[in-house]
């Protein structure tokens, strides 16, 4: 089973930028055989639905959730998936995980075609 190991959160001031990983912790596994997946959960609700930012596996399709958008983007090598965040805004202090399936374009950041999950990782933006 592929296991996912999210890293790079933390503090981080308003208007800052940090930078997210994910790396399968797996031996024989590659992220980059499957679709990748940005969710968030916010303090006091449950795991988003929708993802924040999401890229199918050939890398050719990405998605973006609407808090995503011009702050946000996503690159990714055959082991590592890597989630830049740029002008972070209080409201986007969460848990982030990163998640891995085969997920079709259509269904690219919907979170019930995934297989594997991340533990999470806390982002806090404040000042």
């Known amino acids: 089973q592929l296991q996912i190991v999210e890293s790079g959160g933390g503090l981080v001031q308003p208007g800052g930028s940090l930078v997210l990983s994910c790396a399968a912790s797996?031996?024989?596994?590659?992220?980059?055989?499957?679709?990748i997946g940005w969710f968030r959960q916010v303090p006091g609700k449950k795991r988003e639905r929708e993802g924040i930012l999401c890229s199918s596996r050939s890398g050719g399709d990405t998605k973006f959730g609407d808090s995503a958008k011009g702050r946000f983007t996503m690159s990714r090598t055959t082991t590592s998936i890597f989630l830049q965040m740029n002008n972070l805004k209080p409201e986007d202090t969460a848990v982030y995980y990163c998640t891995a399936g085969p997920v079709t374009v259509q269904a690219l950041c919907l979170d019930h075609g995934y297989d594997f999950w991340g533990q999470g990782i806390q982002v806090t933006v404040a000042s």
């Open positions: 797996t031996a024989g596994f590659k992220l980059d055989d499957y679709s």
